[in-house]
């Protein structure tokens, strides 16, 4: 299961995802994404991760993909932490992430 939450401020639109980033899910992550595109505009979007509990190969990719386009990531758990550091610095990338899934 995937929860996703989206405040807007005037200054920056903050998602609250929660549970799985999961193969199933990741279409829905995505197509928010493109959804809310317009309704960002310049402002700051922050990916607050700190709920999710599993990301698999697809979640990596999708978060990169969402960091490429200018998302901040936030993480808490060791793990996703772990994936936030990773995309950040390169070593994750949205056409090809690492193999395997990851549990917090």
């Given at each position: 299961?995937?929860?996703?939450?989206?405040?807007?401020?005037?200054?920056?639109?903050?998602?609250?995802?929660?549970g799985?980033?999961?193969?199933?899910?990741?279409?829905?992550?995505?197509?928010?994404?493109?959804?809310?595109?317009?309704?960002?505009?310049n402002?700051k979007?922050?990916?607050?991760?700190?709920?999710?509990?599993?990301?698999?190969q697809?979640?990596?990719?999708a978060?990169?993909?969402?960091?490429?386009d200018?998302?901040?990531?936030?993480?808490?758990?060791?793990y996703?932490?772990?994936?936030v550091h990773?995309i950040?610095?390169n070593?994750i990338?949205?056409?090809?992430a690492?193999?395997g899934?990851?549990?917090?």
């Open positions: 299961m995937l929860r996703i939450t989206i405040a807007d401020t005037p200054t920056e639109q903050r998602w609250t995802v929660e799985q980033l999961v193969h199933p899910w990741i279409s829905e992550l995505k197509s928010t994404w493109t959804r809310t595109k317009t309704a960002r505009r402002r979007c922050v990916v607050d991760l700190t709920g999710v509990t599993f990301i698999d697809s979640g990596e990719k978060l990169a993909r969402l960091h490429k200018g998302a901040e990531l936030v993480a808490a758990g060791c996703t932490r772990h994936v990773s950040k610095n070593k990338d949205w056409p090809a690492r193999k899934a990851h549990r917090e």
